[in-house]
């Protein structure tokens, strides 16, 4: 008789969580590379944690094909980024921890299963609709605010655009971005774009900065 795969409570939410953020939303099928590559781990091993979810009904799975998740899978998907967004706010704004330190701190307390604790910490930071790296905060119900935001890397040149957020929550590009200003809720004018290299030419606070074609992929703004 084959031996039964067992997957921690713990995993089986990093992996829903990961499948919803490679999905967009939930709108594509995320392939069994993709997953591996953000999960750090063989894809033999994907295969077998998605036949898994696929037994539980988290995930519709076809090997050829790709992975989404179910409803169900989504609703839980969206439960757990509910918790994980709202811990690193909480960390970011009553425990006083940087931008760049949250996330590693949330990626634990994100499995704290308790939502009557998750309701009280939102009641008292304001029931907030983003994250401090600018992401959206489902609501209690799985809903999440939609926006007009677009990349950095999408912006006109001439135009003015206030930081929403990032894509990229790596410690070194929030450094980076903490070093020049570029915090949320910045005012930018995006002044030029290299023609060399698709360098953005931006000023923030009266200071010309240059942005790389791919930190400009990684700033989320909003045209003002």
């Given at each position: ?18 499948i ?7 709108s594509?099928?995320?392939?069994n590379?993709?997953?591996a ?22 995930v ?9 998740l ?15 967004r ?36 939102a009641?008292?930071l ?64 995006l002044?030029a ?8 030419v931006?000023?923030?606070?009266k ?18």
């Amino acid at each position: 008789m084959p031996k039964r795969f067992f997957m921690r409570q713990e995993t089986i939410e990093n992996y829903l969580k990961t499948i919803y953020n490679l999905s967009a939303d939930n709108s594509h099928v995320v392939s069994n590379q993709k997953l591996a590559d953000k999960l750090n781990i063989r894809p033999a091993s994907v295969t077998e944690g998605l036949r898994k979810l696929h037994e539980l009904k988290h995930v519709i799975y076809e090997k050829s094909y790709g992975t989404r998740l179910t409803s169900g899978g989504a609703k839980l998907a969206l439960a757990i980024i509910r918790r994980h967004r709202i811990w690193e706010t909480y960390l970011a704004k009553e425990l006083g921890f940087g931008w760049d330190e949250v996330h590693e701190i949330a990626e634990e307390l994100e499995h704290i299963q308790n939502d009557k604790l998750i309701n009280k910490l939102a009641a008292i930071l304001g029931n907030p609709i983003y994250d401090p790296h600018g992401d959206p905060i489902p609501d209690a119900k799985g809903k999440i605010q939609k926006s007009n935001f677009i990349k950095l890397s999408e912006a006109k040149v001439k135009e003015n655009y206030k930081i929403m957020g990032v894509t990229d929550h790596s410690t070194t590009f929030l450094k980076y971005l903490e070093k020049h200003q570029l915090i949320i809720g910045a005012l930018i004018h995006l002044k030029a774009i290299e023609e060399f290299d698709g360098s953005i030419v931006l000023v923030c606070q009266k200071k010309e900065i240059s942005i790389s074609p791919k930190g400009a992929e990684g700033i989320i703004v909003e045209v003002v």
